[in-house]
């Protein structure tokens, strides 16, 4: 079992940057591939980026490639996700996966005023 916990989000203005953390509980952590997941409202729930367990491989969606990065810290049971150029149509509330443990975290609220 993985417990996270999502942090990070806010308010911001188009063009601006955020970086949003998970961090994780248990020592399943490091062994899990790591997603993040965004719902905006009146939406379904969609594949932002995808990390494998040792951080070798790296997916994005098409709709955030070139502004969005994932990366992890395994020392520390941390993912992350990198935000730039945030555009009004990425507000969402951004979830946190641990993909083999089929664990979610709570939801960090992502805001962007055009």
């Known amino acids: 079992q993985v417990n996270l916990v999502e942090s990070g989000g806010g308010l911001v203005q188009a063009g601006a940057s955020l970086r949003l953390s998970c961090a994780a509980s248990?020592?399943?952590?490091?062994?899990?591939?790591m997603a993040w997941y965004r719902q905006a409202p009146g939406k379904d729930r969609e594949l932002v980026a995808v990390?494998?367990?040792?951080?070798?491989?790296?997916y994005n969606a098409d709709s955030v490639k070139g502004r969005f990065t994932i990366s992890r810290d395994n020392a520390k049971n941390t993912v992350y996700l990198q935000m730039n150029s945030l555009k009004p149509e990425d507000t969402a509330i951004y979830y946190c996966?641990?993909?083999?443990?089929?664990?979610w975290g709570q939801g960090t609220q992502v805001t962007v005023s055009s």
């Open positions: 990390i494998t367990s040792t951080g070798a491989s790296t």
């Open positions: 996966n641990a993909v083999q443990t089929g664990s």
């Open positions: 248990g020592r399943a952590f490091s062994w899990n591939t």
